[in-house]
């Protein structure tokens, strides 16, 4: 049974991340969640650093059972591909090295399961993590809210990827 789970929102700038526990009756609790930010400006490889400091520092502190990360979409800028790829790559290296085990979403699925629709906004992914974890107000800023929504979601799946 998982007993928490770590979702992130992958960005080299800016990672989402939110940190849920399932609960009875409820999809879960909220227990974490917010973003890890990198230095604007600075060489990827330093950003890629901090990025994966902040990831072992996450799993560290909360000792999940999964992380749950939003795959890659397909950007019509392929370099904005390219970069999130690399983010993505630390955060699953980071949980690798961990011992804890990645479930891996689409960002459609991901909108699909927390809203309904799999073109859902921004905001509307807000409002449902707001419903569904029984919060006073959406989680911000949207990345740490889209963090949750991928927790969220390997919660609702039963840890079934799609």
């Known amino acids: ?9 992958p960005g080299t700038a800016v990672t989402g991340y939110g940190v849920v526990e399932p609960v009875s009756r409820r999809p879960g609790r909220l227990v974490e969640c917010g973003v890890l930010r990198t230095t604007a400006g600075a060489p990827l490889p330093d950003r890629l650093r901090m990025l994966y400091v902040g990831m072992t520092d996450l799993l560290a502190t909360h000792h999940p059972d999964v992380v749950a990360v939003e795959s890659i979409f397909y950007a019509k800028n392929v370099r904005t591909s390219l970069t999130l790829s690399h983010a993505r790559g630390v955060i699953l ?47 911000v800023p949207a990345d740490a809210a889209d963090g949750v929504a991928v927790a969220l979601t390997y919660l609702l799946s039963g840890g079934r990827t799609r």
Do not use: C, N, S
């Open 93 to 139: 290296l980071a949980a690798a090295e961990a011992g804890v085990t990645v479930a891996e979403f689409a960002p459609a699925v991901v909108k699909r399961v927390v809203v309904g629709r799999g073109r859902a906004t921004k905001a509307q992914v807000g409002y449902m993590v707001q419903q569904l974890l029984r919060l006073e107000r959406p989680p």
């Open 1 to 9: 049974m998982t007993h928490r789970v770590l979702g992130i929102d």
